[in-house]
C-alpha cells in the first residue's frame, strides 16, 4: 500500500506478504521506484513475523531505492473467529485490518496488491477527493452479476476489485470491517468465493468511488496481446491507450502470474 499522513508524506505499506512473495515484493516495488520519486515514501509490512536475515536483506534493498521502511507485526490471534479453507489463510484477511493496523495518523492509504507493475507517475491520485466515501477503486470487470447475485448484493451496484485501492482510513475505522467480516462469515461461509474482496463488497455497497481501469489494469480480463507480442488495451470509446496505464494488475491463479515463466 502507499500510505499518506496528515502532513502530506506519502507512505507505502504491503500486507499478507509471506516470506515467499518478497522477491515479487521487492519487484514491484522497483518498478515503482523506476516510475516515481521515492524521498517521501515510506513502506509499511504487515506480516505476522519474518525471518532476520530476509528483513535485513529488504532493508538494504529499500535503502538502495531511497525508501524508508517500517515493519508492522501483526498477531493472526487478531482473526481467531475467521475460517480457514485450503489455500485461505489468515493472512487472506489482513487487508481487513489495515485500518486498525496503521498508525492513527495516517487518514488515508493507497493499497496495491504485490502481482502488479508500476508503469506510471502515481502522483494524480495522491489527493483524490474521497466526496465523502470509504475508498476509490476500479469496477471488476469479470462476470460482476454473478458475484453480485452470489453475495445478494443489488444488480445495480458495482462490484469493486480490492488489488488497488486508496483507502479512506478516516472512515473505515469508523465501519469495524474486521468485526463485522467475521460475523458475517460465521452465516455465509458458503457464499464467499474471493473472500477478502468479497466481504468489502458486501459491507461498502455504493459507498466507494469509481477510478478509471489504467489504475488497476486486470491483465486476464482487459489486455490482448497483438500478433507481435504486444499489448493491446482500448478504451471504453475504442481509442487505444495502453500507454495511459500506470498498474498493469497479474490478476488471476497458475501461469497468469509472470513469475512462472
Known sequence: FFFQAEDGIRDIG???????????????????ADTNDTNHLDLYLINPGIEPVL???????????GIRYFSIYVDNNLFAGFPLS??????????????????KHLSRAFYIDVDTCVTGSLSPIWDLDFQGLSLAAVECPNQPVLDKKRLAIPLESKYLNAGVMLMNLTKLRQLNLLARSADYLQD???RVMWWDQD????FLQDDWLEMPPVWNLLTKHQVRVSDNYRAEY??????????????????????????HY
Open 14 to 32: 504491503v500486507t499478507g506478504v509471506q516470506t515467499c512473495a518478497l522477491p515479487i515484493l521487492a519487484t514491484m516495488l522497483q518498478t515503482l
Open 55 to 65: 528483513q535485513r536483506k529488504l532493508q538494504r534493498f529499500l535503502d538502495g531505492l
Open 86 to 103: 485450503g489455500h485461505v489463510t489468515y493472512a487472506t484477511y489482513y487487508r481487513l485490518a489495515i485500518p486498525d493496523l496503521l498508525p
Open 188 to 190: 455465509n461461509f458458503d
Open 199 to 202: 466481504l468489502i463488497n458486501v
Open 234 to 259: 482500448t478504451d471504453l470509446t475504442g481509442n487505444p491507450c495502453v500507454d495511459q496505464v500506470r498498474i498493469v494488475h497479474f490478476c488471476g491463479g497458475g501461469w497468469s502470474k509472470p513469475w
